[in-house]
């Protein structure tokens, strides 16, 4: 198991707990660091110097809040946060990643999905489930203060980087929108991380959430 990625549990639940354990034991290349039913015994684990790579994080837990750890893990340590919820209202959604989450999926996504956006969220890459990205979307869409450029895009990006901005606007992963493009996922990071320069941008939803603003995508 040397080399495998460490993926941290919080979750009441004890039959999604077990789910979940099941889908990352499943995968070779994962190995569960830790699978805490409180807020309180999450914490405590993160204090006894356990170092996951990634922690998946439900939202409503019997003492607390889950972007309560969400903030600690973030603050303390250089692992990521997906939260992995059924809470897609956009109170929810804003206060996880206020938190510092770095991707927000609903409990209906499908066992290969996650282990996906788990991969994909340690690479760099912000999944949302298509119904967050619409809410977060349309909040930043109507609380930024400053108004739209209409540059044309081609003065920036080619049209290949606002197709995958595009893609990832309506919350297609890395895979599956090198799938849709049919091009490598490998060719994928390669447009995001020129994207990202371009934009003087570090995440996934800040280059969406630009490219929005300025008028070149739409969703």
Same mark, same amino acid.
């Given at each position: 198991?040397?080399? %495998?990625?460490?993926?941290?549990?919080?979750?009441?639940?004890?039959?999604?707990?077990?789910?979940?354990?099941?889908?990352?034991?499943?995968?070779?290349?994962?190995?569960?660091?830790?699978?805490?039913?409180?807020?309180?015994? @999450? #914490?405590?684990?993160?204090? $006894? =110097?356990?170092?996951?790579?990634?922690?998946?994080?439900?939202?409503? /837990?019997? !003492? =607390?809040? &889950?972007?309560?750890?969400?903030?600690?893990?973030?603050?303390?340590?250089?692992?990521?946060?997906?939260?992995?919820?059924?809470?897609?209202?956009?109170?929810? +959604?804003?206060?996880?990643?206020? %938190? &510092?989450?770095?991707?927000?999926?609903?409990? *209906?996504?499908?066992?290969?999905?996650? +282990?996906?956006?788990?991969? *994909?969220? #340690?690479?760099?890459?912000?999944?949302? $489930?298509?119904?967050?990205?619409?809410?977060? /979307?349309?909040?930043?869409?109507?609380?930024?203060?400053?108004?739209?450029?209409?540059?044309?895009?081609? !003065?920036?990006?080619?049209?290949?980087?606002?197709?995958?901005?595009?893609?990832?606007?309506?919350?297609?992963?890395?895979?599956?929108?090198?799938? @849709?493009?049919? #091009?490598?996922?490998?060719?994928?990071?390669?447009?995001?991380?020129?994207?990202?320069?371009?934009?003087? +941008?570090?995440?996934?939803?800040?280059?969406?959430?630009?490219?929005?603003?300025?008028?070149?995508?739409?969703?």
């Amino acid at each position: 198991m040397t080399g %495998a990625l460490k993926i941290g549990i919080l979750e009441d639940d004890a039959d999604m707990r077990a789910y979940l354990m099941a889908v990352i034991e499943a995968e070779p290349d994962m190995q569960v660091a830790f699978c805490c039913a409180s807020l309180h015994a @999450a #914490i405590g684990q993160l204090r $006894s =110097g356990t170092a996951p790579d990634l922690c998946l994080v439900d939202l409503e /837990l019997p !003492d =607390g809040r &889950g972007s309560d750890f969400v903030a600690k893990l973030t603050q303390t340590s250089d692992a990521k946060a997906l939260i992995l919820t059924v809470l897609g209202d956009r109170e929810s +959604v804003m206060t996880g990643f206020s %938190a &510092g989450a770095h991707g927000y999926l609903l409990k *209906d996504t499908e066992p290969p999905q996650i +282990v996906q956006h788990m991969t *994909d969220t #340690i690479a760099g890459a912000s999944p949302i $489930s298509a119904q967050v990205s619409t809410y977060l /979307l349309d909040h930043y869409l109507k609380n930024q203060s400053k108004s739209p450029d209409t540059t044309d895009p081609s !003065d920036a990006l080619t049209k290949r980087e606002v197709d995958v901005l595009t893609l990832f606007a309506k919350g297609l992963s890395y895979k599956e929108t090198a799938e @849709a493009l049919g #091009i490598s996922a490998h060719t994928v990071n390669d447009y995001v991380k020129s994207v990202y320069s371009k934009l003087s +941008v570090n995440s996934r939803n800040e280059a969406v959430y630009e490219a929005l603003q300025l008028g070149w995508i739409t969703v």
